[in-house]
């Protein structure tokens, strides 16, 4: 059984740096075709792709976001952890760690962790 | 970047009834990459569709997709109660997007 679960600060001030921790199990970030992404979620608004890392350390990042984020794996703990840089009052959303098939789909959901932005 | 557009915004219906949503795509998809989602409040999205018409596990089959090309539809055949929710396509042939969603809400 596949699960995911982000962790991390509820509330970050305004130019702080985010760092979002995904620990995961059931699947082996080893694995050839393995990949992790980290989806978005603004308050009643649609999910928005963020970034994904695969099995082979590789990653791929939103182009509208790609200066402020950085995606890292550590396997041994089966761990993927992301940085967002320069938080601003829009970052606010829920933010999802989930596993992504090889196409590019996403099979495999966290349950999500409500970041807030505010001084 | 592929945008995706979703109509209608709302879909009210009642149980049994037949539900039809569509997605478009401002690019032809290649390979059909297309999914569908359906997320419940205070809940993740749930992946219902993937390669445009392939149910996920554990789908009931009263869910289908289909289309090519630009345009794809998911089809709820008869709406069971717990159907009620928000839809949301992605594509997954150039980079992932999703499009902005149709809730099916009660007539």
């Known amino acids: 059984q596949v699960t995911l679960r982000e962790s991390g600060p509820a509330l970050v001030k305004p130019t702080q740096t985010l760092t979002l921790t995904c620990t995961f199990s059931?699947?082996?970030?080893?694995?050839?075709?393995?990949?992790v992404s980290w989806v978005r979620q603004p308050p009643g608004k649609a999910p928005e792709w963020l970034a994904v890392?695969?099995?082979?350390?590789?990653?791929l990042y939103s182009t509208s976001l790609k200066t402020r984020l950085s995606l890292s794996k550590d396997t041994s703990k089966n761990q993927v952890v992301l940085t967002m840089a320069n938080m601003d009052p829009v970052d606010t959303a829920r933010y999802y760690c989930?596993?992504?098939?090889?196409?590019?789909?996403?099979?495999?959901w966290g349950l999500g962790t409500l970041v807030t932005v505010s001084s | 970047e592929i945008l995706l557009t979703q109509s209608p915004d709302t879909l009210s219906l009642s149980p049994g009834e037949r539900a039809t949503l569509s997605c478009r795509a401002s690019?032809?998809?290649?390979?059909?990459?297309l999914a569908w989602y359906q997320q419940k409040p205070g809940q993740a999205p749930r992946l219902l569709i993937y390669?445009?018409?392939i149910r996920a596990i554990g789908v009931p089959d009263r869910f289908s997709g289909g289309g090519f090309g630009t345009d794809f539809t998911l089809t709820i055949s008869r709406l069971e109660p717990e159907d009620f929710a928000v839809y949301y396509c992605?594509?997954?042939?150039?980079?992932?997007?999703f499009g902005p969603g149709t809730k099916v809400d009660r007539k």
């Open positions: 059931g699947f082996s970030l080893n694995t050839f075709g393995t990949c």
């Open positions: 690019q032809i998809l290649s390979s059909n990459f």
């Open positions: 890392i695969d099995w082979d350390g590789e990653t």
């Open positions: 989930v596993r992504q098939d090889s196409s590019g789909y996403f099979p495999d």
């Open positions: 992605q594509q997954y042939g150039s980079s992932f997007t």
């Open positions: 390669g445009a018409s």
